[in-house]
């Protein structure tokens, strides 16, 4: 074979192996639907299964860590699911409803802004205290 060959051959492995990759991952995507699906229709009328279907699902096709599922009402940011390292979990579940600060990537996100960090954790607006949710 020629090296023009040999080039061909590894470019078409390449994109070959990118294929399948995506293929993977849409089946992934399909199974983790289908699975929420069966729990939505398993659970009528009681959402906290769902939800927590949902962010397991996601998590494991993202491969995190860790991760929270929210629900937005009259200002107020509400956990409606929370999974990952047990400090991490606590400190959700203490932390509770609250409401975004102005300036927040959560209020951001609400605005229908797309954002991305390299380095969330350097963002002075991933670090603003958020208001907390008054006891009514």
């Given amino acids: 074979m020629t090296a023009t060959r040999d080039d061909e051959v590894a470019e078409l492995r390449r994109a070959n192996a990118e294929l ?12 983790a639907t289908a ?13 906290a299964p769902v939800f927590d279907a949902m ?13 929270y599922l929210y629900r937005f009402h ?13 400090k991490f979990v606590e400190w959700m579940e ?3 409803a609250y409401r975004p600060s102005q300036g927040s990537h959560v209020r951001k996100l609400m605005n229908g802004a797309l954002i991305h960090y390299a380095d969330v954790r350097t963002e002075p607006s991933y670090t603003m205290p958020e208001t907390p949710r008054r006891k009514t």
């Fill in 20 to 31: 399948q990759q995506r293929l993977d991952e849409a089946l992934d995507q399909q199974t």
């Fill in 35 to 47: 699975e929420v699906l069966q729990v939505i229709n398993s659970s009528p009328g009681d959402l």
């Fill in 55 to 67: 962010l397991e699902r996601a998590m494991r096709l993202c491969e995190a860590a860790h991760g």
């Fill in 74 to 86: 009259d200002g107020v940011i509400h956990p409606v699911a929370v999974r990952g390292e047990t």
């Fill in 94 to 96: 203490k932390r509770g």
